[in-house]
């Protein structure tokens, strides 16, 4: 069975950093992913990386603040995220697939979320 776990979300100031982690059980999946919904809105594509972690990809909202990573050795991913700004304000799910992707139909399974919330 297959399990995406997430934990770091908070409540912070803008411009304030925050970490998200991912942890994986039941197999490893070749792309690891973050996406994040806000109240309204539909749920957005941030990163994605690779199984080697030598690819990644990054919404244009986010290019230069957030980094995504993984230690496949406690499968596990990270978010890391700098200068945040309240339109960041969201829940933000891990997500795994078998292809390399920015499509939210294409990931198999998805942790339960964590709510980041920035302050101005």
């Known amino acids: 069975q297959v399990q995406l776990v997430e934990s770091g979300g908070g409540l912070v100031q803008a411009g304030d950093s925050l970490r998200l982690s991912c942890a994986a059980s039941g197999r490893t999946f070749g792309t690891y992913a973050w996406f994040r919904q806000a109240p309204g809105k539909e749920r957005e594509f941030v990163a994605a990386v690779s199984y080697s972690g030598g690819s990644t990809n990054y919404a244009d909202s986010v290019k230069g603040r957030f980094t995504i990573s993984r230690d496949n050795a406690k499968n596990t991913v990270y978010l890391q995220m700098n200068s945040l700004k309240p339109e960041d304000t969201a829940v933000y799910y891990c997500?795994?697939?078998?292809?390399?992707?920015?499509?939210?139909?294409?990931?198999?399974?998805w942790g339960q979320g964590t709510q980041v919330t920035v302050s101005s």
């Open positions: 997500a795994a697939s078998k292809l390399w992707t920015t499509y939210t139909s294409l990931y198999d399974y």
